[in-house]
Structures are given as C-alpha cells and as structure tokens.
C-alpha cells in the first residue's frame, strides 16, 4: 500500500543506474530518457506480439484509473526505477520486473484482495505474451508479497528485491506529497481513524530492525525512509493530542 549499460534484455545492469530516477518518482518526475513503463521496456520482458502490448495498455489505463492519487503511473515508474539498483540480488530480475507492473494493477483500496485480485490478473494476462509458465507463477506470487511485505523468506531475492522497491519510496525527497496522496486515496474515512491508522502503520514499520531486505537497499534509504517516517508520525500524533 509507496525512478547506462544495457544488458542482454534490453536494460540497465549498472547498479547505480536506477538511483537518481529513484529520486525523481518519489517526487513525481521523470528524466528524459528514463521512461520506465515505456514500450521498449515492457517488450524486453513480455514481447512485442499483439497480444502483448495490448496487455501494457491495459496496465498503464488501470495505473491511470481517476480514483487513484498514489497508486499511479508515478508510483509504477518509481518502483521500477527502485528495482535497478537492487537487481543483483534478485534470481530471477524479469519476474521482479513484471510482479513491479502488475503489484496495484487492480486497486480498489481493500488490502489484500487488491493484491489477490492483481496476482490473478497476472495469471491471466501473461500467458498471453508468451512468459513461461514458471515465471508467470513466480511474478503471481511476488505479486501477492507486496500485500503485507512482511511474508519473505530466507533467500528470497526476488520478494526481497520487490519490496524493498516498493517502499523506496519512504526515503524519497517527496514523501510529504506520498503521505498526502496516501490521505487523499483515504478521503473516506474521517479524519482521527485515518489518523488512529496511519500512526500504527508507521509505528509498526518503525518497530522492525531494518526497513529493508537488502544491503543495498539499507544503505541507500533505510536513514532516510525513518527520518521521513519519524516526522510523520509526530504530526500525526500532535493532531491526536
């Protein structure tokens, strides 16, 4: 529920690569040249049959959906962008990359079974471009991961990989407008229960020993992602006070 070398697939293997467009979709840009949901992109990971961008289309108009303020386009480059400096650690790169495209792909703000709905969606879809079958299944069960990040185990380098790129966002220069977006997908639910919400989600997260999975992802934004949280926190709690 948060932006080179190229290699044989067609994109980047430098380790750094992703970081500077990391920073700049946390804050809701993209650098010319970086368009992380762009065609050549997909079509290095699910082909360029017929079939196959009909199924980026579909993706990129349900990340457009009107109802969404930071489930969108922006958080969808930006965990793909967070995926390239964490490739290293992940077994299978392309299962990570897909399960990033189809993570929120269906979002109607009920955890779990947007995640459920998503995975199946990726079941349904990529057959279709021709993934194997086994990565279809692996980018499914990733994809079903992101509902609770909580669920990886040892030497999962894929899972750990995609949630560590979902939560870069937590460190980025634009968190206050991530927290914002957040409270603007909750506009429902008053106030002290957003609120009330908010701060156990964040006290639970900071709670745990490390944000992140990987070294490299701890290195580039545990200190940060914290600080950013630490401060929302406060606020949140200087409301209820």
Avoid at 129 to 149: F, Y
Avoid at 166 to 171: E, G, P
Avoid at 179 to 189: I, L, M, N, S, T
């Amino acid at each position: 529920m948060i932006d080179a070398r190229t290699s044989p697939d067609g994109l980047p293997d430098d380790p750094t690569a992703g970081e500077t467009a990391v920073r700049d979709a946390a804050a809701g840009e993209t650098a010319a040249g970086d368009d992380w949901t762009g065609c050549g992109r997909w079509a290095a990971l699910a082909g360029e049959s017929a079939a196959s961008l009909a199924v980026r289309a579909e993706l990129l108009a349900r990340w457009a959906e009107p109802h969404r303020r930071y489930h969108t386009r922006t958080h969808l480059a930006a965990v793909l962008a967070a995926v390239e400096p964490l490739a290293a650690e992940a077994r299978d790169v392309a299962a990570v990359r897909l399960a990033a495209w189809f993570h929120d792909a269906v979002y109607d703000g009920r955890p779990g079974w947007d995640e459920e709905r998503s995975a199946q969606l990726a079941q349904s879809r990529l057959p279709r471009c021709g993934v194997p079958a086994g990565r279809v299944a692996e980018t499914a069960r990733l994809v079903r991961l992101t509902a609770a990040h909580d669920t990886t185990g040892p030497g999962d380098g894929n899972g750990a990989v995609l949630c560590d790129a979902d939560l870069a966002v937590l460190a980025g220069p634009g968190y206050a407008d991530y927290a914002r977006a957040v409270r603007e997908e909750y506009a429902h639910v008053p106030g002290p229960l957003f609120a009330q919400g908010r701060a156990e989600v964040l006290r639970r997260l900071l709670a745990t020993p490390t944000l992140y999975r990987t070294p490299r992802a701890r290195d580039l934004w545990e200190e940060r992602a914290r600080a950013n949280m630490t401060a929302e926190l406060t606020v949140l709690l200087g409301k209820d006070a």
